[in-house]
């Protein structure tokens, strides 16, 4: 039903509709973000990873926190996998979740924010009081209708954040914040929006926090930040970008350099971003489960792969349907032909597209990559079977590669089906497999 009124009702009908579900979700639950903090965190690439960063830092500095992403949930020091399948939750769910932390005493709500959710206006019924602009590359522009139209979605966020009234929380005034990667070329568009205060972060370029004297190292990283050292578990500069912005959100909350440094030294992994399965090592292998969904994360996970030093890598990999970027889809294949020695496509998220011409428009790239069909490139409809594939060409010093799902916990099919999945755990139960005597 959700599908027909979708063709058959004019956009501006579809898009009150939205704004009156919003509203009425607001009022259904008596308006819990007026009782939080709510930080709201956009960009394409590390938002999931940005928030759970900014959530850990500020428990670290003594305050119950409650958040929303694609990977995960947690309210109060309770966190479970988002198995929900959308990054951000509808209208009514979201202030189901803000009104369960304010029950819990949380003081802050971090939010992941996406362009789907802002099009469909489940922010309206947030009152923001910071929003986070994390970095922009091309995605979902079938979507939207071309990358200036995702621009403005995104910039949506911004323009709300003062279109709702200033908050005085525990007798203090809460600033309307804008925090920007200053490194992206987009920067500007989102610093102009209006604010009490417009923070920055960066690596190359002059920044109010701008890390220096970096070391990247196969256990994670080390910089310093205006002075003071920090010390992470996570890889790459793609995560310093990360640990920036929630560093820029933390000092504007007044946390001190000693919780940032705490936090960020027991924030050992995100769950399916870049992790590494440990059952894997009895076998002498390695094998990481990450997102990398679209060609910049990909290009990005290749690159702090380059701290590493594998024999030869195996990538299993797929890419989305349900019209979601169909131009990207030989840009993936021939993005893991040119860095993968094995190349395995395999079914990620059909959705109601057929699963088979998704795999032959990832493969067809990883060809004019110069790989040969069943040499080293092999097309296995079977998610379970490729990874099993993949598993088997594994020798001591590999690594074998999945990506496109993440921790999410399901494959989604035809006619809005939901498969129960996590590549994590068929890995697991694979390599118990080989382990068994």
Do not use: W
């Given at each position: 039903m959700k599908a027909l009124l979708k063709k058959i009702l004019p956009k501006f009908i579809l898009g009150w509709y939205h704004q009156c579900l919003a509203l009425l979700a607001v009022a259904v639950y008596l308006n819990p973000s007026g009782k939080l903090v709510v930080i709201g965190v956009t960009g394409t690439n590390g938002k999931s990873t940005v928030v759970n960063l900014i959530g850990q830092i500020l428990e670290a500095a003594g305050y119950r926190v409650g958040w929303t992403a694609t990977a995960n949930f947690k309210i109060s020091g309770a966190p479970w996998l988002n198995d929900q399948k959308m990054t951000m939750l509808g209208r009514f769910k979201t202030q189901k979740f803000l009104r369960a932390m304010v029950k819990a005493g949380c003081g802050y709500a971090v939010i992941e924010t996406s362009s789907e959710?802002?099009?469909?206006?489940?922010?309206?019924?947030?009152?923001?009081?910071?929003?986070?602009?994390?970095?922009?590359?091309?995605?979902?522009?079938?979507?939207?209708?071309?990358?200036?139209?995702?621009?403005?979605?995104?910039?949506?966020?911004?323009?709300?954040?003062?279109?709702?009234?200033?908050?005085?929380?525990?007798?203090?005034?809460?600033?309307?914040?804008?925090?920007?990667?200053?490194?992206?070329?987009?920067?500007?568009?989102?610093?102009?929006?209006?604010?009490?205060?417009?923070?920055?972060?960066?690596?190359?370029?002059?920044?109010d926090y701008r890390a220096t004297d970096i070391e990247l190292r196969s256990n994670g990283a080390i910089f310093t930040v205006n002075g003071s050292a920090f010390k992470s578990n996570l890889y790459g500069h793609v995560n310093i970008y990360n640990e920036l912005a929630a560093l820029a959100v933390a000092k504007s909350q007044q946390v001190n350099d000693d919780q940032i440094r705490l936090a960020l030294m027991q924030f050992k992994s995100m769950p399916g971003r870049f992790e590494f399965i440990e059952e894997a090592s009895a076998?002498?292998?390695?094998?990481?489960?990450?997102?990398?969904?679209?060609?910049?994360?990909?290009?990005?996970?290749?690159?702090?792969?380059?701290?590493?030093?594998?024999?030869?890598?195996?990538?299993?990999?797929?890419?989305?349907g349900g019209g979601r970027d169909k131009a990207r889809q030989p840009i993936l294949g021939n993005l893991a032909a040119t860095r993968a020695q094995n190349v395995i496509v395999t079914n990620e998220d059909p959705y109601d597209d057929n699963p088979m011409t998704i795999i032959d428009n990832v493969a067809q790239g990883a060809i004019e990559a110069g790989k040969?069909?069943?040499?080293?490139?092999?097309?296995?409809?079977?998610?379970?079977?490729?990874?099993?594939?993949?598993?088997?060409?594994a020798r001591a010093g590999d690594l074998v590669l999945i990506t496109g799902k993440g921790c999410e916990q399901f494959i989604c099919v035809a006619h809005g089906k939901k498969i129960p999945w996590d590549d994590r755990e068929a890995v697991k139960e694979l390599l118990a497999g080989q382990l068994a005597p």
């Open positions: 959710g802002i099009k469909q206006h489940r922010h309206l019924g947030l009152n923001y009081d910071i929003a986070v602009f994390t970095n922009l590359t091309p995605e979902h522009l079938e979507s939207h209708g071309g990358f200036e139209n995702y621009q403005q979605a995104k910039g949506e966020l911004f323009r709300h954040l003062t279109q709702r009234r200033k908050k005085t929380l525990n007798g203090r005034m809460v600033d309307k914040t804008i925090i920007v990667n200053a490194d992206d070329q987009n920067a500007p568009y989102f610093l102009n929006f209006p604010a009490d205060k417009k923070i920055t972060y960066a690596i190359n370029r002059p920044a076998l002498g292998f390695k094998v990481m489960v990450d997102y990398a969904p679209e060609p910049e994360s990909m290009k990005q996970l290749y690159e702090t792969l380059k701290i590493f030093d594998f024999n030869k890598i195996i990538h299993v990999l797929g890419s989305c040969v069909l069943n040499e080293n490139l092999f097309k296995i409809l079977n998610r379970h079977d490729a990874i099993a594939y993949a598993l088997s060409l």
